[in-house]
Nanobody, 120 residues
């Protein structure tokens, strides 16, 4: 059974930092492309950052470039999102997603989300 479990969310003041973790099990992590999405109240879920399975290439939404860093530890089957210089508009539920191929079929799995609130 595949599981993605996010942690590290919380309440932080503007300008502060948080590090989100997404621990996975039940999938071949090293071959999965991993992403972080977020969804604020009343808004659609949006892609924040993604890291590839091969070579670890990364991409970021324009709104977080230079502030957020995605990374992965294939030995720990975990993906991280380091968030610095947080702004109130970063407030959202953050989800991690795993996407890849297994036995010729594409798969996609989501975690349950972790709340990030940026407020003074």
């Amino acid at each position: 059974q595949v599981q993605l479990v996010e942690s590290g969310g919380g309440l932080v003041q503007p300008g502060g930092s948080l590090r989100l973790s997404c621990a996975t099990s039940g999938l071949t992590f090293s071959t999965a492309a991993m992403s972080w999405y977020r969804q604020a109240p009343g808004r659609e879920r949006e892609l924040v950052a993604e890291i590839g399975s091969v070579g670890g290439s990364t991409m970021y939404a324009d709104s977080v470039k230079g502030r957020f860093t995605i990374s992965r530890d294939n030995a720990q089957n975990t993906v991280y999102l380091q968030m610095n210089s947080l702004k109130p508009e970063d407030t959202a539920v953050y989800y991690c997603r795993a996407k890849g191929w297994r036995l010729g079929m594409e798969y996609e799995y989501w975690g349950q989300g972790t709340q990030v609130t940026v407020s003074s």
